[in-house]
């Protein structure tokens, strides 16, 4: 797995949701408990802790932010960071794997 696919994971997702208003990111999720923006921020987390674990670095906590707008920018910040601390390929697969179906799930 390259950098460029997990980008192009990226680029497609945020074309999708880039433009949503906060009662879309408040939406509940199909077939969970929470709502799309939660199901984004706990993306986000994970790929922050993967970032962390490739870099040797302890996890911490992401914040929530109170504008779920916001989420978007927060993350491409952390694929950004992850990207940058060149992980295996397997994590770089994972990230989009998991990236695309979220895309599919929202």
Aim: no cysteine; aromatic share 4%; net charge negative.
């Amino acid at each position: 797995m390259s950098t460029a696919t997990l980008d192009q994971a990226l680029d497609r997702f945020v074309r999708q949701v880039g433009h949503w208003e906060a009662p879309r990111w408040a939406t509940p999720l199909d077939g969970t408990t929470g709502t799309r923006a939660d199901a984004v921020h706990a993306l986000i987390t994970w790929v922050a802790d993967a970032a962390a674990d490739a870099e040797g670095q302890p996890r911490r906590p992401v914040p929530r932010l109170p504008n779920d707008l916001a989420l978007v920018d927060q993350l491409r910040v952390v694929v950004t960071d992850l990207l940058a601390a060149t992980p295996p390929p397997t994590i770089l697969t994972e990230a989009a794997t998991r990236l695309t179906a979220l895309r599919h799930m929202l």
